[in-house]
């Protein structure tokens, strides 16, 4: 038996989980409060908010400052406190990342309108319209080589 | 639908702890302040209603590993793309 030399074990790096919770679930979906955030160094600079529910349903979601370095979130002072969220806006505490709605190349969009921000001590997260959300596109298309 | 007629600088209460307030009328556009507790989001319904639909088009029903294999595929053909070599082939 001849075994091909290529064929070698993959180090696949792990994928990370963590539990989080949106208490006021996604806007327009209020029934989805628990997930797990996958981040999966294979889809990078993707990740994955995988619902804790009988479906599976997936949010594939993006990091926006990969999407356009400008971005500028004003968040409402009531829900950066209640995310315990500083003023200064310190951004290791904060992960914040926008729901990609689809994935079929050329009409890969983002809505930039409504991030997710996350504290990551406490896994609390929340979909936020921003008060700048004029400013942005809720279909943002994504120029996917600039990922 | 209740229908209630106000003035500019009138107010209407909801509940205990919501108050609407006609801040100005110009013409075909109205003013309106709005004070609520926190916990209650405040939305302009065409803007929930967009949000909503984005948040499902996301969602679609997708079986988590389907999707991860056209984006690890998209992702990949994006980097031989990046190092100007042609996609290697495999296996699969």
Same mark, same amino acid.
């Given at each position: #038996? ?12 792990? !994928? ?22 996958? /981040?999966?160094?294979?889809? /990078? ?32 002072? !009531?829900?950066?406190? &209640?995310?315990?969220? @500083?003023? @200064? ?23 930039? #309108? ?19 959300? @004029? ?13 | #639908? ?18 609407? /307030? ?50 690890? &595929? ?19």
């Amino acid at each position: #038996m001849h075994l091909h030399t290529t064929t070698k074990l993959q180090e696949k790096p792990a !994928a990370e989980k963590a539990e989080v919770t949106l208490p006021s679930g996604l806007i327009g979906l209020p029934q989805f409060t628990s997930f797990q955030l996958i /981040t999966d160094p294979e889809i /990078t600079p993707f990740v994955v908010l995988r619902h804790l529910g009988e479906e599976g349903l997936d949010f594939l979601m993006v990091d926006p400052f990969k999407v356009l370095t400008e971005y500028n979130l004003e968040v409402p002072d !009531a829900d950066a406190e &209640k995310l315990g969220l @500083s003023a @200064s806006g310190q951004t290791p505490l904060i992960l914040n990342v926008v729901i990609v709605a689809s994935i079929d190349p050329p009409n890969i969009t983002a809505n930039l #309108m409504a991030p997710i921000l996350f504290n990551r001590e406490t896994g609390m997260g929340k979909q936020i319209l921003l008060e700048n959300c @004029s400013s942005y596109s809720a279909e943002h298309l994504l120029d996917i080589h600039s990922l | #639908m209740l229908t209630l007629s106000r003035k500019s600088g009138e107010t209407i209460r909801i509940g205990e702890d919501i108050f609407i /307030t006609i801040k100005r009328i110009d013409s075909d556009v109205v003013k309106i302040g709005i004070q609520a507790p926190a916990e209650i989001a405040i939305y302009r319904e065409e803007v929930y209603e967009k949000m909503k639909s984005l948040n499902l088009q996301a969602s679609s029903h997708t079986k988590g590993a389907t999707k991860r294999r056209s984006l690890i &595929k998209l992702l990949g053909r994006l980097h031989h793309s990046d190092n100007g070599n042609p996609p290697q082939s495999s296996s699969e």
